[in-house]
């Protein structure tokens, strides 16, 4: 058994097939969380969900780079987070990579707290006021979150650790996805209690394993990110759950283990952070 602990067939690249590719998985003994990136995409992960009696779940969530796309209302994803399976919330976080270096007229407005929002920094200011908002819910749901960072992991970091700290303590808990930070920041993630994911990069060439070496198999997951981030020896093409398997194989590889160890260890590791999951042996 195994988890694709972040999967996308609520996009676009599956709406032809996303039955058959998540029965490919099912078959293969691969559970899936189907993760969403705006009010649409979660809602379309709660109806995939809600499509299969098990194997199947949902995350809820408003990626970072869509905090310009939607007028937010933090309460819609609080409707949609008490599903029975909904079991996070995610994938929210920050990114700076993708900054828009100009704002359009009817992006300005409507955003949390109805602020005018004109520039890059205030943009990265909106993307944290609206981490602050999901790890609100955390604690309120007790759902853990899924979060995204790219290139921000300093600000990420400095948030996470201060968030509410005179007043109540950080307490959310969740996994840092697709995980691309240093062995450093992995650290500082762990002392918060979160845990890390790697996709199909950690099989390309390019890739240096530092992180991966050393981080405690207690303290990792596995996914796709599928359509994205297909692994060896399918990178090139779609991405699907069923490819998690190779992302498992190689954590084996690298920390020269058995791939059985790995998929218990990891499916563990997701039961212990996903605690509304229920899975049959």
Known sequence: MLFDTH??????????????TAKRALDAGINIINVGSNLETSKKAVEIAEEFSEGVW???????????DEQIDIGEYKKLAVHPKVVALGEVGLDYYRLPTTIRPEQAGGAIGGRQIKTSNEVKDLQKDLLKNFIELSETTRLPLIVH????????????ENFNRESRGFDARGVMHCFSGSWDE???YFNLGFLISFTGIITFAHYEGETL?????????????????TPEPHRGGRNEPAY??????????????????????TTGNALGLFRKLSIKE
Request: hydrophobic letters at 45%; charged letters at 30%.
């Open 213 to 229: 070496k050393k981080a405690p198999l207690s303290k990792i997951m596995v996914e796709t990110d599928c359509p994205y981030l």
């Open 58 to 68: 949902a995350a809820v969530g408003l990626h970072p780079i869509h905090v310009l």
């Open 149 to 160: 960072c790219r290139e921000a992991h300093a600000d990420l970091i400095n948030l996470l």
């Open 7 to 20: 999967a996308h067939l609520n996009f676009e690249a599956f709406n032809n097939d996303w039955q058959e």
């Open 244 to 265: 998690v398997e190779y992302v498992a194989r190689e954590v084996a590889r690298v920390k020269e283990i058995s791939y059985e160890e790995v998929a218990r260890e």
């Open 186 to 188: 992995a650290k500082h």
